[in-house]
């Protein structure tokens, strides 16, 4: 199957629905973590994803992910099937997402294009007797409640055990129709039991030179009688290893169908009723291995299996996803390139020079409505683009339940406003950010259970996580009711750290706190596996920063941390003030403006350096004038002909002097073309943008005008 | 096909654009370039000046919604500027996955070179000085100057990090 492990759409395939499944999971078991009760519903979910997770990846040819989750595709199908009386969920779902970290990471090591090369067999091992167990318990559950039902209500349970070393055996594999030469399949199968089991037989037998076996395997299954040299176990992990294998029966045969079955040439209709004897519980024990089935994508398709596995579970979540379609975001940007394109271009139509002056109303009707329609264009193409903050919340729940089992701390996440849309490109980026964020908030934020209730506090600390739209910004809070910051600390921190640059005296409680965004800064003694290695914050810090956010903290000492995230809605729309600078166009982005204002030929100073300054309201500000830093061209020079804009970034303020504004309008950014990136970095450009007349303006970068300045 | 025999002995994968060059003038010297590397030839327009950039990259230009840099060749070649007039155009190449528009004085021809008469450029020293030209080609007595298309753009990180 060496077609399946090169080609790679495939494999792309392969890897996005898998690790959507894998955070379906998560979610599904933490939910039932919380209920503190797994529903059928979500048993059935787990045992669908495992499912789906084994099946491509044993077309994928990943064995030891398609091993794993067949184990804890096993020990659901247990669990659905008899329901046992579940007494320590936390062992389970440990269990479970143990299972799902370790494919998650098989997973990332594929799209890293290395082999996947973990070892889960600790895993199954626990996975293994952690079923065991439970059958066990169940077994003896049953007995107590309704020891006069029969055994044929627990034919897996049974049958594992009944398949005792040395009996004879009858397995009975059906191969996945999309793939042809059963014959070949069935000869691994033979080549790999033979060595293990005795008195081996099979049907068809000359499977190796007779081609036509292929049809008669496809029709009636592949059967092969045994008697067992090996633990059970072993041999249903063989067969179920077999490639692109769909279907495995394995029962034991009662001393007389011994006798029928023991001269191999069989006949096709005793072993047509075979196959449907087998399929009546009633009687014969009966083992089922789970199919792997080869259809990944369909996860609706119900499989054909054995009556005690048929419920097909998907239904409900099938629906649901069948209105969602992934597309790549590559085509996504080439769409709203291509929808900006056309806004220029409608209005490079409607606002014709050549249309100037004449009298057009069927066309002025028409062009507005050309107008309302591309409108709606770009405002839907932009809204594909925006995806709700949940799924980045609701990972967070996963941290917190792992960080409280390791710290024994009791921690209650509360999420606000997760359905606050941000663009796809700044969820990425933020993510880690949060999680940061949210791992230091319980390591260095909230204490202890016994030294809350001294405090007064109640055990159980809640840790918020709130996202809300304030403007063109979102803000996400996160915000415990731990300990709060201490002042002290971090200011003795910084010091021997050597990060203060500034007097202590002069500084506010605020900008102490800000402090432990610099890099190097770490107050916690111990450094734990969660945080504390003083790479966290400024990291943080930078992340946000690249997306054009940026980042506060605020705490009470007992009362708690908030941290301030401020990002902007979208990287690729800004709203922007337009200027005009000689010949040249440039954009700012208007958060960054405070005002602008025509300044008065005496309220302008320039002190011995030659850097000019205005004064308002008692406020010296300086003075940036575009056309010298620009080198542009540009008749009006004087203070009071031109205008200034007075903008803020980063707690600092200044002017821009221009030679008149041109109007405000949401801008698509563009970067500059990336062979001008590589000549020069340009400082204080952000980008540039198309006009509505198709003409450039280049996007100012205040933060970046402001090192210059 | 039989005029292209030469050609497709040497590159089968390339058919027909291979030997072509498209020909501009530059003053009155006649530069060629491969015909594989341009993508369109546009008349003049506004260019957009960028800050910090050297005297030679103009600035950018909206190409129908997608914004590339432009350079005027006379001034890479260290030629006096000469004001655009409706004869000035703008090719479009695309290079080492980079597009750019090259401003030259005029677009003349596309002609095909046989590789029999192209000689290798002049010694480095005397007549080729940055290495823009990396070969001279003869059609019908005409002598034409064929850009090393790679060298235009390369050259320049090598300078620009010199004089940081």
């Known amino acids: ?709 | 096909m039989t005029d292209q025999n030469t050609q497709l002995q040497t590159e089968p994968s390339d058919d027909t654009q291979t030997g072509k060059f498209l020909t501009f003038l530059i003053g009155t010297d006649v530069y060629g370039i491969e015909i594989r590397y341009v993508t369109e030839i546009i008349g003049i327009q506004a260019i957009t000046e960028v800050p910090e950039l050297p005297e030679h990259i103009r600035g950018i230009i909206n190409l129908r919604g997608k914004i590339i840099p432009v350079m005027d060749v006379r001034l890479r070649f260290k030629k006096p500027f000469r004001e655009y007039n409706d004869r000035t155009c703008i090719v479009v190449v695309e290079l080492s996955e980079v597009s750019i528009g090259l401003i030259v004085d005029s677009v003349s021809e596309v002609v095909q070179i046989a590789e029999e008469d192209i000689v290798p450029p002049p010694d480095i020293k005397s007549g080729n000085p940055q290495g823009f030209i990396k070969g001279v080609g003869k059609v019908g007595g005409e002598i034409k100057l064929l850009l090393d298309g790679d060298k235009l753009l390369q050259h320049e990180e090598a300078e620009h990090l010199s004089h940081l």
């Open chain 1, 1 to 709: 199957m060496a077609e399946f492990g090169t080609s790679d759409p495939l494999l792309e395939i392969y890897l996005h629905e898998n690790s959507q499944l894998l955070e379906q999971l998560e979610q599904c078991i933490l939910e039932c973590e919380q209920a503190n009760a797994f529903s059928s519903a979500a048993i059935d979910v787990i045992f669908r994803i495992m499912h789906t997770i084994k099946g491509s990846s044993t077309m994928m040819n990943f064995d030891d992910i398609a091993a794993l989750s067949h184990v804890i595709e096993d020990l659901f199908a247990f669990i659905r099937e008899h329901q046992p009386r579940l007494t320590d969920y936390s062992t389970l779902s440990d269990l479970v997402l143990q299972g799902g970290d370790f494919i998650k990471l098989e997973l990332y090591k594929i799209r890293q294009g290395d082999a996947p090369d973990g070892d889960s067999s600790p895993l199954k091992i626990s996975i293994h007797r952690y079923l065991e167990e439970l059958k066990h318990r169940h077994a003896g559950q049953q007995d107590r409640t309704a020891p006069d039902e029969d055994a044929s209500g627990d034919p897996l349970d049974e049958s594992a055990r009944s398949i005792a070393q040395g009996a004879h055996l009858q397995a009975i594999l059906f191969f996945d129709d999309d793939y042809n030469m059963e014959n070949v399949r069935a000869f691994q199968v033979v080549h790999s039991l033979k060595e293990l089991t005795e008195d081996f037989n099979c049907w068809p037998e000359d499977i190796e030179n007779n081609p036509d076996t292929a049809g008669m395997i496809k029709d009636q299954g592949f059967q092969l009688f045994f008697r067992n040299g090996e633990s059970a176990e072993t041999i249903s992990a063989i067969l179920s290893q077999a490639p692109c294998l769909k279907q495995l029966e394995i029962r034991e045969l009662t001393l007389p169908e011994v006798e029928i079955a023991s001269p191999p040439a069989v006949t096709s209709t005793t072993v047509a009723e075979n196959s449907k004897d087998s399929n009546s519980v009633a009687d014969a024990s009966l083992a089922t291995v789970q199919p792997a089935a080869a259809q990944p994508n369909v996860p609706s398709h119900p499989p054909q299996e054995t009556p005690a596995l048929a419920k097909p579970s998907a239904s409900s979540t099938g629906a649901q996803q069948s209105s969602f379609i992934s597309v790549n975001l590559a085509k996504l940007d080439e769409l709203m390139d291509l929808v900006g394109e056309l806004v220029i271009a409608e209005s490079m139509v409607t606002q014709n020079p050549e249309l100037a002056g004449l009298e057009l109303e069927q066309f002025r009707k028409a062009a507005r409505q050309l107008r309302k329609i591309t409108g709606e264009i770009q405002d839907k193409v932009m809204s594909i683009r925006m995806v709700p903050l949940v799924n980045t919340f609701q990972k967070m729940h996963r941290i917190v339940r792992d960080m409280c089992k390791k710290q024994e701390k009791l921690v209650r996440l509360q999420l606000i406003g997760e359905d606050t849309e941000v663009d796809k490109n700044i969820i990425e980026q933020i993510s880690d950010p949060i999680m940061h964020l949210v791992r230091n908030a319980i390591d260095h934020g909230i204490e202890a259970p016994g030294e809350r209730s001294s405090a007064g506090k109640n055990e159980t600390a809640t840790l918020t996580l709130e996202a809300k739209n304030v403007g063109g910004e979102v803000l996400i809070l996160v915000r415990d009711d731990g300990r709060g910051l201490n002042r002290e600390k971090i200011l003795q921190r910084a010091r021997e750290r050597n990060l203060l640059f500034r007097d202590e005296a002069e500084m506010s409680d605020r900008d102490i706190y800000n402090l432990i965004f610099l890099p190097g800064f770490s107050t916690k003694e111990v450094i734990t596996e969660f945080s504390g290695r003083g790479v966290g914050m400024d990291v943080v810090l930078r992340n946000i920063e690249s997306v054009g956010g940026s980042v506060s903290v605020d705490s009470a000492a007992g009362e708690g941390t908030t941290i301030t995230i401020r990002i902007p809605l979208t990287l690729a729309i800004i709203d922007g003030m337009n200027v005009k600078v000689g010949p040249s166009r440039y954009t700012i982005p208007t958060t960054a403006i405070k005002e602008s204002f025509r300044a008065d030929r005496g309220s302008v100073v320039v002190d011995p350096d030659g850097n000019e300054m205005v004064m308002v309201r008692g406020q010296c500000y300086a003075v940036l004038r575009l056309y010298e830093r620009f080198k542009v061209m540009t008749p009006i020079t004087a203070m009071e002909e031109g205008i200034l804009i007075m903008v803020e970034q980063d707690d600092q303020t200044f002017c821009i002097f221009a030679d008149e504004l041109l109007g405000q309008q949401q801008v698509v950014v563009k970067s500059l073309p990336s062979y001008i990136r590589k000549i020069r970095n340009i400082q204080g450009l952000a980008g540039c943008t198309m006009l509505g007349d198709g003409s450039i303006s280049l996007i100012l970068d205040v933060g970046g005008l402001a090192l210059t300045s």
